[in-house]
């Protein structure tokens, strides 16, 4: 079985869909209290290692985790990156120091893995002009990896939502010459909201107060403001009423034949609201946890507002695995050539 090791493991949307895929996970760093009880919880024999990591990646990693230098097949996760110090245009390591990124490039450095996933934002193409992920991208190459790189929409990958994320994937050179990396093509069927909702189990969530309740029942399933009572509409928005583009996140209602949008962090924000498709509600935690696909068996711990939080920041699972399916599959190409070359 192909070993990983995640960093910033949050819920373990990532974690799963790596382990569903066939790896065995070695350890996973998360640094919220919450959310390593949820692997905890879920995940009895996971090594969960609940610290920051700014405290592990200065540590000898190898005696750490008990594995040798270029021996680890998989390190993931996806760091959230601040803009990088660009003075002087060093485009290496330093420019990283003193964010999370620096940490995610420490572990690879130091433990060489074959290959590596590092999944985030789609804007992080466009973050400080570019130049975050131009610096990310040559750090890559400095610690000894090719590059490929493509940004995945979930809805593509068996998951009821509309949410893009940046995978960028890195063979370790040694190998780059001799295997490649495909990403997973999409599927044929693309799931919508009917085909998770109208048998989930209950789950946990903060309901609107009495009167936006009210407005969104007058709300139908599809629509938002424009679709009510001009007057309503003005009253609930307020200063957003004159703001220009189309506004279509307040009171926007969900249909059941669409796919939700992007999951968010809060079930309740103006200019992204997402009501329930058939009630006057917000989407409970579960609801949100199966447009992430994760198991219904899949406990999230801490109060309702950490676990939406946890459900919002995590990787969908069936993404994740379509993606770690694919490395799978260069790591056993990498495992043929080399058993191979031995036999000569």
Known sequence: MFTTIELFAGAGGLALGVENAGFETLGLIELDKDAADTLKQNRPGWNVIQDDIANISCLNLEEYFHIKKGELDLLSGGAPCQAFSYAGK???????????????ALFLQKLQPKMFLFENVRGLLTHDHGNTYKTILHIFKQAGYTIDKDIL?????GAPQKRERLITVGIRNDWADKIKY???????YKPVLRDVLLDCPDGPYIPYGEKKRK????????GYWRDIDPDIAKEYMKSCWEMGGGRTGILRRMSLDEPSLTVLTSPSQKQTERCHPLEARPFTVRENARCQMFPDDWEFCGNVSSQYKQVGN?????LAYDIAVEIRNSLEMMAEKKKFKEAM
Do not use: M, Q
């Open 153 to 157: 929409n979930a809805w593509d990958y």
């Open 314 to 318: 995590a990787v969908p699972v069936s």
């Open 90 to 104: 060093r485009l290496g390591l330093e420019d990283a120091r003193g964010t999370l990124f620096y940490h995610y």
């Open 215 to 222: 407005i969104f029942e007058l709300v139908p399933p599809g």
């Open 182 to 188: 495909s990403f997973p093509k999409p599927h044929k």
